[in-house]
Nanobody
Framework: QVQLVESGGGLVQPGGSLRLSCAAS????????LGWYRQAPGKQRESVAV???????RYADFVKGRFTISSDNAKNTVYLQMNSLKFEDTAVYYC?????????WGKGTLVTVSS
């Protein structure tokens, strides 16, 4: 059964930090590239960070140096450590699993950056 469950969202002040988690089913974690996307109100969903099955990482320019994607093989979990958060980081953050021709999405977790 495919399962992607995000957690860790919440309200944080500008400059603060949050860590998002995406718990994946075993088969997904082993075979798929995993990524974080976000969608702000009135905007299109956009890629934030990706970690491949081989452990390579890619980041959107707007989060480089602030966000870090990582994975824990023992827990089948992918993390997104978000530091130096800005107002414009407010969005629903989604976990995505991808292989060519197939993708799965979690339900998302809301991150609100507000003073």
């Amino acid at each position: 059964q495919v399962q992607l469950v995000e957690s860790g969202g919440g309200l944080v002040q500008p400059g603060g930090s949050l860590r998002l988690s995406c718990a994946a089913s075993v088969i997904i974690f082993r075979l798929y590239d995993l990524g974080w996307y976000r969608q702000a109100p009135g905007k299109q969903r956009e890629s934030v960070a990706v970690i491949t099955r081989g452990g390579a990482t890619r980041y959107a320019d707007f989060v480089k140096g602030r966000f870090t994607i990582s994975s824990d093989n023992a827990k089948n979990t992918v993390y997104l450590q978000m530091n130096s958060l800005k107002f414009e980081d407010t969005a629903v953050y989604y976990c995505e699993a991808w292989i060519p021709g197939v993708e799965y999405w979690g339900k998302g977790t809301l991150v609100t950056v507000s003073s």
